[in-house]
């Protein structure tokens, strides 16, 4: 497991690597998580010992949530201030992303459809 764990956290620094050189405007661990995604595509399969960090990391995933909350409750009085414009934000986000997700299963839909997708390769 701990291997695993020092797997994740080396594709982590990786992604914080690339976004600080490059000065892209994403989080590092996103960039970590593409990088393992990609390694993941190119062997094939999931690692036992990244299976395993996964697992555990998982079932304290609730833990994970603690420094938000605290960022919440450290940020209340902002939070309070601009309570308007957050709503209209995490409502306007909600649908911009519920209507791209629709997008996206449409074409993938049409691609690989109950054929497989043999419509869409033969056109």
Known sequence: MLTGILV???LQLGGEVIVRLLGLPIPGPVVGLVLMFGALLVRGSLPAFLHRASRALLSVLALLFVPAGVGVIAYLDLLQESWIAL???LIASTAITMAVTAVVFSL????FGPSGGQEARES
Do not use: A, H, N, S
């Open 87 to 89: 709503i209209i934000t």
């Open 108 to 111: 993938l839909l049409r691609w």
């Open 8 to 10: 994740l956290l080396v």
